[in-house]
């Protein structure tokens, strides 16, 4: 779990060490920079609030703009980061984008990089956070996301069955899955107190296709109903090779599909700068009274 107090404190603590190495990395001084982009939501308050504190005096001391960024924007366009040299197919406009973080599923049409809609998103738990509480029931460490994936790939995926709950539309629903994965514990544990270190694979494996499944079966219904072809993953549940596969098997019904590397799926700089180079581009920014926000539309 991340308790909000300590994680605004870490932010605190680290927020300089941190800009000045990215500097050093990229090999530049802040004298050479053009704009500060920040976060300014969804997320948590406490840590927002260091970053915008801290771009509004940057941008101030230095004397130049201030771009605010939406997280999840910054998710779906860290799919236009080229690195030098690298020379990858982007997605065409329009196209469609499975946000999966652990705070947010949504379907998303992006018409151009700053005009997105939302199709779908869930009723009640992320796709994250449905993968950190089925970890936390078996007793894994949080996050359990990437835990559960890396049992997976050892287990059989067909041999436990747990419930898709319905969810309208391009709406998805995963509180109702948590719910039947506790019971199912219990009621094997009750039984067999061993039942979860000596099934752990063929568990998370089961409980992985059943969250991709849902997944998949929501983005094939967008397709089909949008006609649109283009197909990426953004977000930290991104890194889950079960979705990966998933969303690669698109190819084989004519879509195109962009999933991001690994460093660019889970939260990351660089995807909130290249929101921010978008908005930089148009002129779009912020001014020094901007507060962050803990929810936060496109
Ligand atoms: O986007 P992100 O880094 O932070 C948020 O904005 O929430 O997403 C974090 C979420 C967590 O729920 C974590 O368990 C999940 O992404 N995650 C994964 C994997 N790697 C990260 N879930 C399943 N499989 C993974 N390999
Ligand atoms: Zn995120």
Redesign the pocket.
């Known amino acids: 779990m991340v308790v909000p107090e300590l994680a605004s404190r870490a932010h605190q603590q680290k927020i300089i060490p941190v800009v000045e190495e990215a500097l050093r990395q990229a090999n530049i001084t802040k004298n050479e920079l053009q704009a500060i982009a920040f976060t300014r939501g969804p ?1 948590l308050i406490g840590a927002l609030l260091v970053g915008v504190s801290f771009a509004k005096a940057m941008a101030l001391g230095l004397n130049i703009p201030l771009v605010d960024v939406n ?1 999840m924007q910054g ?1 779906v366009l860290a799919h236009f980061i080229r690195k030098p040299g690298e020379d990858k197919d982007m997605p065409a406009l329009p196209f469609l984008c499975l946000t ?5 599923t949504q379907i998303v049409r992006i018409n151009s990089p700053l005009q997105m809609e939302i199709l779908g998103e869930t009723n009640d738990d ?4 449905a ?2 509480k089925s ?1 936390k029931i078996l007793g894994l460490p949080y ?4 835990l ?2 890396k049992y997976a790939a050892q287990g059989n995926p067909d041999r436990f069955k747990f419930p898709n709950p319905y969810a309208e539309g391009l709406n998805f629903s995963f509180s109702g899955l948590k719910t039947a994965i506790l019971y199912f514990i219990r009621d094997n544990v009750k039984n067999d107190p061993s039942f979860i270190e000596n099934n752990l694979n063929d568990i998370c494996a089961s409980i ?1 296709k059943t969250i991709v499944d849902i997944l998949m079966k929501k983005i094939r219904l967008a397709i089909e109903q949008t006609g649109i072809k283009d197909i990426a993953i953004a ?3 991104s ?3 079960g ?1 990966r596969n998933g969303i690669k098997s698109l190819e084989k019904e004519g879509c195109r599909v962009f999933i991001p590397a690994f460093e660019f ?3 990351n700089a660089a995807m909130i700068a290249m929101a921010g180079y978008f908005k930089f581009l148009e002129g779009d920014f912020a001014s020094q009274d901007v507060t962050p926000l803990a929810r936060m539309h496109f």
Do not use: K, R, Y
């Open positions: 997320g997280h998710h999966v973080s652990g705070g947010h992320a796709a994250g956070e993968f950190d970890a996050p359990g996301g990437p559960i994936d992985q977000g930290g549940v890194a889950n090779s979705l799926c889970t939260d």
